[in-house]
């Protein structure tokens, strides 16, 4: 495993999980399509408290189907009738939501980096335990735990590297948001 591109990819989720660009020269842009179509919607119904169950179900349909594959993950999305909350413009990640309850997911690619999914949550719940148990029924023992790391305003707790090659990078991001509250995220990021 390659240390070096395991940290970028754990930047990259970081950057997902605040809405901010990894290299800085980026914006999220709301399309006006967006505010027409979430205009009656509250925080609380795009982004909800999620049970873990209800956190690692939304996380398999929709991110873990597609590890490595966004162009999949925002076919499924739409689909399943999320609506496009915004695009970082210089990095291309994209932020679905819905007006029922469902998580926020973040999907895309850092240019010319990893391949980053992630469920979105009001933080409330004991996740820990439940995300352990989803990652370790996917890629056994072989899961190498890392410990947290601070990504600026967010902590990477729960951090699983797996023997694949290229290794995949499952992490759980905790982040107090002034609108939201807290948040909580569940990723996995992919080179």
Sequence with gaps: MNILKSLSVL????????????????DFVIPASAMEELRDATPAQMVPRLSASQLTSAFQQYCGKNIGNP??????????????LGTMSGDGIKMFVTKDSRPMIGV??????????????????????????????????????????????????????TADNPPLIYLTIREQDAT????????????
């Design 11 to 26: 930047a990259a989720v970081g950057a997902l999980a605040a809405c901010e660009p990894v290299n800085g020269n980026g």
């Design 71 to 84: 162009a999949a993950t925002e076919r499924a999305l739409r689909a399943n009738g999320f609506i496009l």
């Design 108 to 161: 895309g690619r850092e240019a010319g980096g990893p391949a980053l999914c992630m469920t979105i949550t009001q933080a409330g719940g004991d996740y820990g335990t439940a995300l352990d148990r989803y990652v370790k029924s996917r890629h056994g023992n072989s899961v190498q735990r890392l410990q947290d790391i601070n990504l600026g305003t967010e902590t990477a707790e729960n951090i699983w590297v």
């Design 180 to 191: 939201l509250g807290e948040l909580y995220g569940f990723a996995v990021g992919k080179e």
